[in-house]
């Protein structure tokens, strides 16, 4: 069982609303990563986090998206407006050590459809 | 250049025969990297990972190689089992997150 967890596992919205999914890292992690996984099983890259520090975002991420990881709360991606190429699978995973030198776990993910 | 390539696309394979799947990177900085299957509704999970002070790594059927001369490093599964179907990703660092390639759809025929 993925001891990285994300609620909700599945949302859907209409064009044009908030989605918001949360993902509590592994505890001791201070790296989170969320990915966005598309129909085509594609990996984007959205944004990362060391503790509550945005490490590094794509631009997409940072028009579009908001996102944090608050100390002793959930770390939280939210989609401001909802547009139909949102739809996907958003993996959250976390990390002891980062993307260079540490292993990363993803949990079991929040499926996006954008009506 | 931070790409990931991932070949095959799709593999089938007789139960009881080995897989192959490579990848390439660019980075040459890169010195970790993971293999993750994923089957159908669920998450990715790790499965092998080797780091770049090794070339090769075994584990409950599982072989890694890596040639870093080469950039390219590479899944073997031995004594395919149905059980092994599902998508396999290989992944490399990229400057800050890993980059996955874009996966291997194995499926095991009995």
């Known amino acids: 069982n993925s001891k990285v967890i994300q609620t909700p596992r599945y949302l859907v919205k209409g064009q044009g609303q908030k989605a918001k999914m949360r993902c509590i890292p592994e505890k001791g992690h201070p790296v989170v990563f969320w990915y966005q996984q598309n129909k085509n099983n594609e990996f984007k890259f959205l944004i990362n986090f060391q503790n509550q520090e945005v490490l590094q975002q794509i631009d997409m991420t940072e028009k579009r998206f908001s996102a944090e990881c608050p100390s002793n709360s959930p770390c939280s991606l939210e989609i401001q407006s909802s547009e139909a190429g949102d739809s996907a699978l958003y993996l959250c995973?976390?990390?002891?050590?980062?993307?260079?030198?540490?292993?990363?776990?993803f949990g079991e993910g929040s499926k996006l459809t954008v009506l | 250049g931070e790409q990931v390539e991932q070949l095959p696309s799709i593999l089938r394979v007789q139960e009881g025969s080995s897989a192959s799947i490579n990848c390439t990177y660019e980075n040459s900085a890169s010195n970790y990297f993971p293999w993750y299957k994923q089957e159908p509704g669920e998450n990715p999970k790790l499965i092998i990972d080797i780091r770049s002070n090794m070339e090769r790594k075994q584990t409950q059927g599982l072989i890694v190689l890596l040639d870093k001369k080469a950039k390219r490093f590479s899944l073997h599964i031995t004594d395919t089992q149905p059980g092994d179907s599902a998508m396999y990703f290989c992944a490399a660092p990229g400057s800050w997150q890993l980059i996955f390639g874009s996966g291997t759809q194995l499926t095991v025929m009995p």
């Open positions: 995973a976390s990390s002891l050590l980062g993307a260079n030198t540490g292993q990363l776990y």
